[in-house]
């Protein structure tokens, strides 16, 4: 799972924040310095992932992208139209998903995709409303539900929201896991993928099951 920022200079890179302050103490956007420049910064701080470059060199590891900058969406999709078939593209903004995956269209690729806020708050409220037919009808053209647990204290991952969303073929992640006892429940509960900083701990509990 990784986010997509664009670069000064038109380069996708895989980058969490949108500037350099936490990690170099630099108060600079990712969108204000080039490629070269942000490798250069990097390069003392664990590296830098060009998307084209992560592509090329992980041929057969499946990607979950997050578009996190309305600049990248465009070229997001682009460079992941040919590997469309392991790609899962993602963001808060539908708008941003929807523009990333129009490029993906136009370079003949057919990414899966996950619903937005937008999508989500609808499925979720219309749940909460018990109007099962409306939330399903939200659920159309999208493939995944990724979902944290809870937010702002209201419950997010309902039985309810897994059930709907199974029936129509949508799978659901949840993020961000990192105990094992907490991902081995939800993997109980039905859903389909976790989203973890703790890749050792998940492999550990796969392995398992």
């Known amino acids: 799972e990784s986010d997509c920022h664009l670069t000064a200079d038109g380069v996708v890179v895989l980058f969490h924040d949108d500037d350099l302050q936490r990690v170099a103490d630099d108060p600079r956007k990712i969108a204000e310095v080039t490629a070269r420049q942000l ?19 992980f041929p057969d590891a499946r990607f979950n992208l997050d578009v996190k900058a309305p600049a990248a969406a465009a070229e997001v999709g682009r460079l992941i139209a040919r590997e469309s078939h392991r790609v899962l593209l993602t963001s808060f903004s539908d708008d941003r998903r929807r523009a990333a995956l129009d490029a993906a ?12 806020t937008g999508i989500l708050t609808r499925v979720v409220g219309l749940l ?10 939200a ?13 702002r204290g209201l419950r ?8 709907l969303a199974h029936r129509h073929g949508v799978e659901v992640h949840v993020w961000t896991v990192n105990e094992a006892e907490r991902m081995t429940a ?7 993928g976790i989203v973890t900083d703790r890749a050792d701990v998940a492999a550990a509990v796969r392995r398992g099951r």
């Open 39 to 57: 490798v250069e910064i990097m390069s003392t701080r664990g590296g830098l992932a060009l998307l084209p470059d992560v592509l090329d060199s």
């Open 105 to 116: 269209r136009r370079g003949g690729g057919e990414p899966a995709t996950s619903a937005g």
């Open 128 to 137: 909460a409303a018990r109007l099962p037919r409306l939330a399903a009808r």
């Open 139 to 151: 659920l159309d053209g999208v493939d995944a539900l990724q979902v944290p647990e809870r937010h």
């Open 156 to 163: 997010i991952l309902t039985p309810r929201l897994i059930d």
């Open 186 to 192: 939800l993997l109980d509960a039905g859903v389909d």
